[in-house]
């Protein structure tokens, strides 16, 4: 989705469905918007509480990169996964979900 500069804005565990035969589906794109480029900057939050990213903490209307904070909520899902598949002791999962996770968005 990404690679065709589409942003979900609502990327969260209830938006994810994975298959019997264990295909990840993304849902719920209500809230999505295609942006002009990878790194475009967007104002409005759409996000749900609980699934946002690092940079909305401080100030939850501030111009951000939708992309980038698509990632940011991939990693909090990754770490939603991990608690419950017990994979948070893998290094690997650990790292990726705490590099989407960084607090500089241009991380």
């Known amino acids: ?29 209500s809230v999505s918007v295609l942006v002009a480029y990878q790194e475009s900057l967007f104002e409005g939050y759409r996000r749900t509480k609980g699934w946002v990213a690092p940079e909305f903490k401080d100030n939850p209307y501030a111009e951000y990169r939708p992309i980038r904070a698509d990632l940011s909520a991939l990693g909090q899902i990754l770490q939603y996964i991990a608690e419950r598949l017990g994979a948070a002791s893998n290094y690997l999962f650990r790292r990726l979900a705490d ?7 241009l991380q």
């Open 99 to 105: 590099d989407l996770l960084s607090r500089d968005p």
């Open 1 to 29: 989705m990404h690679q065709h500069n589409v942003t979900h804005l609502e990327l969260k565990p209830d938006n994810n469905f994975l298959t019997p035969a264990c295909n990840f589906h993304i849902g719920g794109f």
